[in-house]
Nanobody
Framework: VQLQASGGGLVQAGGSLRLSCAASGSPLAYYAVGWFRQAPGKQREEVSCISSGGGSTFHTDSVKGRFTISRDNAKNTVYLQMNSLKPEDTAVYYC????????????????WGQGTLVTVSS
């Protein structure tokens, strides 16, 4: 499966963005999907993940109540709705997929998109 992340950009603090992760080459319905981010000088961290059917989701504590992961398997796309953005959310955001259940570590994902930059100004 090939993944294409999009939707990043520059937004003021308190604003919103919706990231999309579009898949090709294989039905995304076969895969759990995670969104990761990497800020300058920091390690990559998982932000959210969702099971293949969409029935199970996870959000890291720092984004709970602000970010929502969802998927539309008919459109082969996973979304990350980001509200109430903060400057500390500034990072390159990546989507990744793996067969089986969603996991919390980047090394457990097999397929990666190219990343989309989110910049939140104060």
């Amino acid at each position: 499966v090939q993944l294409q992340a999009s939707g990043g950009g520059l937004v003021q603090a308190g604003g919103s963005l919706r990231l999309s992760c579009a898949a090709s080459g294989s039905p995304l319905a076969y895969y759990a999907v995670g969104w990761f981010r990497q800020a300058p000088g920091k390690q990559r961290e998982e932000v959210s993940c969702i099971s293949s059917g969409g029935g199970s989701t996870f959000h890291t504590d720092s984004v709970k109540g602000r970010f929502t992961i969802s998927r539309d398997n008919a459109k082969n796309t996973v979304y990350l709705q980001m509200n109430s953005l903060k400057p500390e959310d500034t990072a390159v955001y990546y989507c990744a997929a793996r067969a089986g259940a969603p996991r919390g570590e980047d090394y457990e994902y097999d397929y990666w998109g190219q990343g989309t930059l989110v910049t939140v100004s104060s």
